[in-house]
């Protein structure tokens, strides 16, 4: 069972930067490439990926909406991602979840939900106008 906790989340007027963390613990279980992520969910929305990283080959997938303003990194140990956030807009505003899960083909199911095994608690980026 993997263990994931982010931080980093805040309040930060548009336009601003956050940088969020996300350490696991645990041995994760599947089958294939391990993928580490992020996810966000605004209020009465649905959950959307934001970012993933393969953490072997260090391949990234962005969502369009962060292309050019987000980028995720591993750490050296490669159970620490992160996410460097820039030129911040309301839009963001959301509880972004670091997940983490086990499967092929990524480069065209990164954004998938159900293929995440774990899941943190949630850190929240709230962007003022």
């Known amino acids: 069972e993997v263990q994931l906790v982010e931080s980093g989340g805040g309040a930060v007027p548009a336009g601003g930067s956050l940088r969020l963390s996300c350490v696991a613990s645990?041995?994760?279980?599947?089958?294939?490439?391990?993928?580490m992520g992020w996810f966000r969910q605004a209020p009465g929305q649905e959950r959307e990926g934001v970012a993933t990283?393969?953490?072997?080959?260090?391949?990234?997938y962005y969502a369009d909406s962060v292309k050019g303003r987000f980028t995720i990194s591993q750490g050296h140990l490669k159970n620490t991602i992160y996410l460097q956030m820039t030129s911040l807009n309301p839009e963001d505003t959301a509880m972004y979840y670091c997940?983490?899960?086990?499967?092929?083909?990524?480069?065209?199911?990164?954004?998938?939900?159900?293929?995440?095994?774990?899941w943190g608690q949630g850190t929240q980026v709230t962007v003022s106008t």
């Open positions: 997940a983490q899960g086990r499967f092929y083909w990524g480069d065209r199911r990164w954004s998938r939900r159900d293929l995440y095994t774990d």
């Open positions: 645990g041995d994760s279980h599947g089958v294939g490439p391990n993928y």
């Open positions: 990283i393969d953490t072997y080959s260090g391949s990234t």
